[in-house]
Every structure is written in C-alpha cells, then in structure tokens.
C-alpha cells in the first residue's frame, strides 16, 4: 500500500508539472477569461495614434524589435532611468531614436482601468506591433501571450545586440543568430524598413563614403543632408512609400537604394539574394515570412509563469528602488 501511494505521490508530481509547463506556455488565448478585451483595447489606442501621426506604427513596431533584442521580450525597453536604476533607453541604438512611449503609456492605462495588474507590457508591445504592421496594410498574424515584465534592464546588452545601421551582413547574421532567429528571419524581418524614418545620423557616413549605392539617390540623399547640415532631418526608410507596408523595400535593394548600410548589406551574397529577390517579386512570400518570423521573435526567451512581474505602469518596476 505504501508503495502504491509512493507510486500515486510520483504521478501527481509529474502530472502537476506538465500541467504547470503547459501553463507557462505563450498562447493567443492566454486573456480570453481574464481580460476579453484586452486585443480591442490595444488595437483601438494604435489606431487611433496612426490616425494622429502615421509614423508611429513603424516606432511601435520598432520598440517590440529593440525589446526582443535585449534579454528577451520582457518590456525592459520600457523602464525609465531613476536614482538607482539605469534602462536602456540611453543605450546608442536607443537613445534619441525609438518614441511611441506615450502611447503604450495610454494603452497601459486603459487596461488597467479594464483588468487591473492582468496585462503585461511585453504582451502590450507585442500586440501593438502586429496592429501597427496590419493598420499600415501589412500582414496580421495570431500573437502568443503570456509573458511577464522584467524588473531590470541591461544597458549594456542594448549597446552589443541591436544591430546597427553601420553593422556589416556578418555582424547582422551574428546578433540575429544570437536571438535564435535563422537568416531567412534576418532577411524577412529587416522588412520591417518598408515604413518608418531614419534620422541622417544614421545613413550620412553612407551617401557620403560608401560605393554601394546607388549615385543618383547618393545624390538625392545630399541634398537632404548636407554634409555639414543637421543630423537630425527625417528620410524615409522606403523612399517612395514610408508609411505604407509593402515589399518596396526589397525592389530599393535590387537597385542599390537600401538607405542604411546595413540594409544594403542584404543584397550581394549568395545567400540572401534569391531570398530578396523572392520578396521584390511576391509581396504574399514577404508578408508569410515575415508574419512567421515576428512570431518566432516575439518568442524569444519571455518571462512566464512566476518569473517577472505584471507591472502597474510600463516605465517602473512595481518593486520599489
């Protein structure tokens, strides 16, 4: 009898783990009981942003990528810097670049009046990068929910992984395979520089010194940035359609009129050539790819179960400094 309830106590234990394992998993369904409208709540704050200023949908979407980049989808791209803490938003590839704070801070708030400490905001950043891509005629896809906020932040680690402007094929394949994300997902998710703007800062060393690039648009882009002029003057990361989702990005490419270097970098090596070209020519293959790998990126090391916390307000730690 002994042994059997020694056998019984074993089963449960393993039983309560699986279930547990299970539980702790990302799943779409994961506030269908505890908060119903939270996707309606997000979605509804990103539209109505757009409306207010286009740009926004590519800095929402670009938030979720810094985040993800950083020691996980845990929203510690969100935590400001206090008298004991230092975030990451005055790491290089952050500082003076990603925006759209304020408006997770607006959608953080309408969730808590809805489902009070139920949300998190890596789920919110997630969520709201899907409705940013969809609203600006991108592809939607099913987002995986469930993950927990971080207490801490890691400067450092920004400054290493986000890949740079100036960062070389090889440096880009090395910081995405770092992340567990393969080339094809490099490829379709730098597709993300279909919308958006980059400041001259980050592509003046290119029109002004690099060969691969096309003259006349090395031209054009002079004219907009000036040698000696402001580095802070906006150019559409898509020349043509900054503020659309499309594929144009990858026909700039075929062309040398990538604006970054890093975006040209994609296009004169045997391996990511077909994939771009596949893409210049099928909007629907670029928007299935890119679909599977922002899934595949929005996965990538969450905090779940007990780790981490839900946070109050995105930009603190409910614990106290």
């Known amino acids: 009898m002994a042994a059997l309830l020694f056998k019984l106590s074993i089963l449960c234990t393993i039983v309560l783990k699986i279930i547990l394992s299970v539980e702790a998993q990302l799943s779409p369904d994961h506030y269908s009981y505890s908060c119903p409208q939270a996707l309606q709540i997000v979605e509804d704050v990103v539209v109505e942003a757009i409306q207010n200023e286009t740009r926004l949908g590519a800095s929402l979407l670009r938030l979720h990528f810094h985040d993800c980049f950083v020691n996980g989808c845990d929203a510690s791209v969100l935590l400001d810097d206090n ?13 003076h670049s990603l925006r759209g704070f304020h408006v997770v801070d607006v959608m953080k708030a309408e969730l808590e009046k809805a489902c009070p400490n139920v949300v998190s905001c890596a789920d919110i950043l997630a969520i709201a990068a899907r409705d940013a891509v969809y609203h600006l005629g991108g592809p939607t896809w099913e987002v995986q929910l469930g993950r927990r906020d971080s207490t801490t932040a890691n400067k450092t680690a920004a400054n290493l992984f986000i890949p740079a402007p100036s960062s070389n094929i090889t440096i880009l394949t090395s910081n995405f395979a770092a992340v567990g994300l393969s080339f094809h997902d490099l490829v379709a998710l730098s597709g993300a520089h279909t919308i958006g703007f980059a400041r001259c800062t980050t592509f003046k060393q290119r029109i002004y010194g690099d060969v691969d690039i096309n003259p006349s648009f090395a031209n054009f882009l002079r004219n907009k940035c000036p040698r ?3 580095d802070n003057v906006l150019q559409g990361l898509d020349v043509k359609t900054p503020s659309h989702f499309d594929n144009l990005y990858y026909k700039n490419l075929l062309v040398k009129k990538g604006l970054l270097h890093s975006d040209q970098e994609l296009y004169h090596t045997d391996e990511a050539d077909p994939i771009v070209r596949k893409f210049s020519r099928d909007v629907s293959k670029f928007y299935n790819s890119f679909a599977k790998a922002m899934i595949k990126m929005g996965e990538i090391s969450p905090l779940v179960g007990n780790n981490g916390e839900i946070r109050r307000h995105c930009r603190r730690s409910n614990k106290k400094p």
């Open 228 to 230: 000696n002029g402001s």
């Open 83 to 95: 008298a004991t803490f230092t975030g990451e938003k005055t790491a290089f590839p952050n500082n």
